[in-house]
């Protein structure tokens, strides 16, 4: 729970503290009246935390109940027009490149499934030049989706989701194939984001991204692969799908590195050290 008392009225984005990943990771919402009423969202996770001045912090977490089911089914393939707009993407270059070097990333290689567009528009109507990764099958290689990241010469661009993949496409199975498969032999290093993957990427590689906790957990054991290294987010639920994949890996005969940093991730470290 947050410390309402040191809030003034108004309206303020904060770290949630749920599925916060550092000061800089503001996803969450909060509202406070003149009366000191407030409530906190996080758009990430959903968490939900209201105050009454009078009764202290109520914390719960927000459920949505459709009024009726969805028939829309998702896509289990990327479609014709991912695909097509996946060919106008350009390689890393111009503000792709000030991004990841702002991030300390290593720039990964050309034939890699990381490259840049100039004009995306944004779910908000925001329109503008977005990092466009291309999600695969990590077994098949079989194209799902697409995940954009709205950036700046030296940040994510000032949205309340500056990620998102494709709407009404599956990631289910998926990743980001940040090295392509030719360059995958003996080891591979993954991660949840792109900016940490591309930060483990200084001490090892090639390294994939995952997306997210919930994809990292059931990375499978792939064949011809003797050693993987997880880049661990600390966090509660990157702490426990490192767990989750390095117990699998493990279990088939396989060597396991887990990262382990006083940060949230790798990049977070960088990102401190250069400050």
């Given amino acids: 729970m947050i410390a309402w008392n040191d809030y003034q009225a108004g309206e303020h984005r904060i770290e949630c503290p749920s599925c916060g990943r550092g000061g800089r990771d503001k996803t969450a919402g909060l509202t406070i009246e003149p009366d000191g009423k407030g409530v906190l969202h996080c758009f990430r996770c959903a968490y939900v935390e209201s105050h009454q001045?009078?009764?202290?912090?109520?914390?719960?977490?927000?459920?949505?109940?459709?009024?009726?089911?969805?028939?829309?089914?998702?896509?289990?393939?990327?479609?014709?027009?991912?695909?097509?707009?996946?060919?106008?993407c350009h390689p890393l270059s111009g503000v792709a490149l000030h991004y990841l070097r702002a991030r300390h990333c290593v720039i990964p290689p050309a034939d890699g499934h990381l490259r840049w567009h100039p004009s995306v528009k944004h779910r908000s109507g925001y329109v503008g030049p977005a990092l466009v990764a291309l999600i695969t099958d990590v077994l098949t290689g079989e194209p799902l989706s697409l995940h954009r990241t709205w950036i700046t010469p030296t940040g994510k661009a000032d949205l309340d989701t500056p990620r998102l993949p494709l709407w009404n496409h599956t990631t289910k199975g998926g990743c980001i194939r940040l090295w392509p498969d030719e360059a995958v032999t003996y080891g591979l290093g993954i991660a949840e984001g792109i900016e940490t993957a591309l930060s483990l990427a200084w001490a090892y590689a090639p390294v994939w991204a995952t997306i997210d906790a919930g994809h990292l957990s059931q990375v499978p054991v792939l064949p011809g692969i003797e050693t993987l290294v997880i880049a661990q987010d600390q966090d509660p639920a990157g702490m426990s799908a490192a767990s989750i994949c390095a117990r699998r890996w493990a279990e088939a005969d396989k060597e396991v590195l887990v990262t382990r940093q006083a940060a949230n991730d790798l990049n977070d470290v960088l990102m401190e050290v250069a400050a």
């Fill in 53 to 88: 001045p009078e009764r202290g912090a109520v914390r719960r977490l927000a459920t949505i109940k459709p009024t009726q089911k969805s028939h829309t089914q998702k896509l289990d393939s990327l479609c014709e027009w991912g695909r097509a707009f996946w060919r106008s």
